[in-house]
């Protein structure tokens, strides 16, 4: 299995890069956040505990994410590969992420994180706001979103910088270009593994 997980602040453009290269590996596309709102689309238990911490741009608990992964990874064991988008979220995330791989003899091969100045993530989802049904693309939220990211999510980076495993791009450009710049990462894992 080809298992990568991308990385990047809200407004990075995670999910759309992420359903491009599900597409072009042939990879499964897991997106928390999209697990999350169907949940709650659906008016389930989960989505409703989830929404109190959503709407708010805090992150649901670890322990109600991580089953809800654990669900939906748990069928895809024997595909080509998943593709992890806005997951892990916090070092425990990541950490039980690893122990859930290595029962299945399986592993995060690679993870890429997508680089963008904050001022101009902040304009991307006041722009995306305009059109968004999403009540956590509001202002205020979108500023307790990103204060989360820098306090809790960072950390994972270094998590994977440890085990060799991170690297970076530059999300300050158009979709096209940063799409490529992941497929250039991905071909060359590939191509060395
Ligand atoms: P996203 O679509 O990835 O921006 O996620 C939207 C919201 O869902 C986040 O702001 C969190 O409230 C929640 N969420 C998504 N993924 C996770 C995660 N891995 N851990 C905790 N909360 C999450």
Excluded at 35 to 52: C, D, M, T, Y
Excluded at 91 to 115: C, T
Excluded at 135 to 154: A, G, L, S, V
């Amino acid at each position: 299995m080809f298992n990568i997980v991308i990385f990047g602040p809200p407004g990075s453009g995670k999910g759309t890069q992420s359903a491009n290269i599900a597409k072009q590996y042939g990879l499964v596309h897991l997106s928390t956040g999209d697990l999350f709102r169907h949940e709650i689309q659906i008016q389930s238990p989960v989505g409703k505990e989830a929404n109190r911490y959503i709407s708010k741009g805090q992150l649901v608990p670890d322990a109600i994410t991580l089953r809800l992964l654990y669900k939906h990874a748990s069928k895809h064991i024997n595909d080509p590969g998943i593709i992890f988008d806005g997951f892990p979220r916090t070092l425990n995330q990541a950490i039980m992420l690893d122990r859930m791989m290595n029962k299945k003899g399986i592993k995060v091969n690679l993870v890429i994180g997508i680089e963008v100045e904050e001022e101009e993530l902040i304009n991307r989802i006041k722009h995306r706001s305009r059109t968004s049904t999403r009540d956590d693309d509001d202002e205020k939220i979108i500023h307790n979103r990103m204060k989360i990211y820098h306090q809790q999510t960072y950390p994972v980076i270094e998590y994977y910088q440890k085990q060799g495993k991170y690297e970076s791009i530059s999300g300050m450009a158009s979709v096209e270009t940063v799409f490529q710049r992941l497929c250039a990462v991905i071909d060359q894992y590939k191509h060395e593994h």
